[in-house]
């Protein structure tokens, strides 16, 4: 039913609802769900009449609250956890197919479902290093919003947001390297647009179309 479902019309419907979510979720601190009216009332109680200036500090600009109950307990944890039960469903279905074309000594059925394996396994591999790369962040945000009194060292922090920020460079490696059909396409789209070669198949499919 796959190709039946999955038409190129639906995948980019999809694809566009998930980059339009990802924008607002994103750009809610922006939208007012900020620490910035915290801080001025600080500075109000605080009586001072120095001109109001923002410390560019992660921790400081960007809201807990928004951190930890809007972003990591509404979108990223039960993702996560979601995804994690349909892969273990996923290679628990592969693993008894297996088992039993294995029985029936049929090969043709064993291949398929090894590759599909193969292609569970690296799909699995990129939801392993998306939660590697994002909860040491949200782990030491919750630290910071259930327990204020505690002090984390900023190089944590650090290392943390650009754990998240490198999540996005992984994705394409593990695709190309794990999976041939993604490897081809990055290939293919490499020699297009950056090193300005033309696809010989495409070239010679429109030179012998010229010629009719």
Not at 40 to 51: I, K, P, V, W
Not at 99 to 111: A, F, G, H, I, T
Request: net charge positive.
């Amino acid at each position: 039913r796959y190709k039946s479902m999955v038409t190129p019309r639906r995948a980019a419907v999809a694809i566009a609802c998930c980059w339009i979510v990802s924008f607002l979720v994103g750009l809610t601190p922006m939208f007012g769900w900020n620490n910035l009216n915290k801080m001025r009332r600080t500075q109000e109680l605080n009586s001072s009449h120095t001109e109001f200036v923002i410390t560019c500090q992660f921790e400081t600009v960007i809201s807990m609250e928004y951190m930890v109950y809007f972003n990591f307990f509404v979108w990223v944890l039960p993702p996560l956890l979601l995804m994690l039960l349909i892969y273990l469903e996923v290679f628990n279905l592969i693993r008894k197919q297996l088992n039993k074309k294995v029985s029936s000594s049929s090969n043709d059925p064993q291949k398929y479902y090894g590759k599909e394996l193969k292609i569970a396994k690296s799909l699995a591999l990129v939801l392993f290093l998306f939660a590697l790369s994002w909860l040491p962040l949200h782990v030491l945000n919750c630290i910071t919003l259930f327990c204020p009194s505690c002090q984390t060292p900023h190089i944590l922090t650090y290392i943390a947001i650009f754990l998240t920020h490198g999540n996005s460079a992984m994705n394409p490696i593990v695709y190309a390297f794990r999976i041939k059909k993604f490897r081809t396409a990055f290939l293919q789209i490499w020699n297009q647009y950056f090193c300005c070669k033309t696809n010989k198949n495409a070239t010679s499919t429109t030179t012998a179309e010229t010629g009719n």
